[in-house]
């Protein structure tokens, strides 16, 4: 789904492209894996020689090339004649400050996109799925929500009909308040000394961290914070401010998506992108759990955030 609108319906939905992304992202967790823990430090320009890992993700990447040529190389001859496509690619393209970027260049910056989107995507809808399967009745009213909003929108999903679905939007963020991806998030690098009022000061180029996962567990920030409230976000919008507290909004107290202007640009896409999966995936299968399974399930998905990042 992603890379349908990353590549463009032709090229992001052919067999071949989808299977090239899935090894990608497989061989490239991979080689961070065995690189890091086989080539640490100065032994790290040996990996492209040695670690099969690390040669996998090249030899991928000149597949991604052969690829993505052709559909490159008409893009900028259409553009050059004034058309434009709205994809990612068009969109990388019309980016580059210096002129077409070269093939390899591309290939890197759609490989970033598919990190940096695909394996959050998929885990954080994952995670919703494991949540509504642990609360049924929360389950059949979001499901009860998708026919509302459906039958009053027809059956093509829009953005409009997609912010209707406000109780699986709440449901969505609560799952990804209690499991965030990663226990830190707003990656920074201070340029002067800070002092706080308490004296306390942070060095200049100083690397820091906030930890998401303590936030979003502060109760003084979200009352009884150790529970699953599937209503929480949607009250507070009802309640606060109805143009606030949608999935994709970031906060100094919901900093999942990162903060300021550097917070994550594709988290609106992302919350249609998990609604739409969530969708396809509840209208079309009956999900559950065999009960001699359940407990150790629910258990694992806990340290899901851990074992993803």
């Known amino acids: 789904m992603a890379h349908r609108a990353f590549a463009g319906p032709d090229l992001g939905t052919s067999q071949e492209w989808v299977d090239t992304v899935r090894d990608y992202l497989q061989r490239t967790n991979d080689a961070i894996v065995s690189s890091n823990l086989f080539f640490p430090g100065p032994l790290g320009y040996l990996a492209p020689y040695i670690d099969p890992n690390v040669r996998a993700v090249a030899r991928i990447k000149l597949r991604f090339a052969e690829l993505l040529k052709p559909t490159y190389e008409q893009r900028l001859m259409v553009g050059r004649n004034g058309k434009e496509e709205t994809d990612g690619l068009d969109w990388l393209i019309t980016a580059a400050k210096k002129g077409p970027k070269t093939i390899d260049g591309m290939v890197n910056d759609l490989g970033f996109l598919t990190i940096a989107s695909v394996e959050t995507t998929a885990s954080t809808t994952l995670n919703i799925i494991y949540d509504l399967l ?3 009745d929360d389950y059949k009213k979001i499901l009860d929500e998708i026919k509302t909003v459906q039958d009053a929108n ?43 009022k308490d004296g306390f000061t942070i060095p200049a180029d100083t690397q820091i961290l906030f930890p998401t996962h303590e936030i979003c567990h502060d109760d003084d920030f979200y009352p009884d914070a150790a529970t699953f409230d599937a209503e929480r976000f949607l009250r507070m919008r009802r309640t606060i401010d109805r143009n606030k507290f949608q999935f994709s909004y970031i906060s100094d107290q919901y900093i999942t998506f990162g903060a300021g202007s550097h917070a994550c640009p594709g988290r609106a896409f992302a919350s249609a992108e998990i609604k739409l999966m969530l969708i396809h995936i509840l209208q079309r299968w009956e999900i559950r759990i065999p009960d001699a399974k359940a407990d150790l399930l629910f258990k694992e998905k806990e340290s899901w955030r851990a074992a993803c990042h």
């Not at 093509?156 to 009909?161: D, G, L, N, P, Y």
């Not at 109780?167 to 799952?175: A, T, W």
């Open 134 to 136: 642990d609360r049924p």
């Open 154 to 196: 027809g059956t093509r999903w829009t953005k409009k009909a997609l912010d209707e679905l406000e109780l699986l939007d709440s449901f969505m963020k609560e799952s990804q308040r209690l499991r965030p991806l990663g226990m830190g998030a707003v990656h920074r690098s201070t340029k002067v000394d800070y002092t706080f």
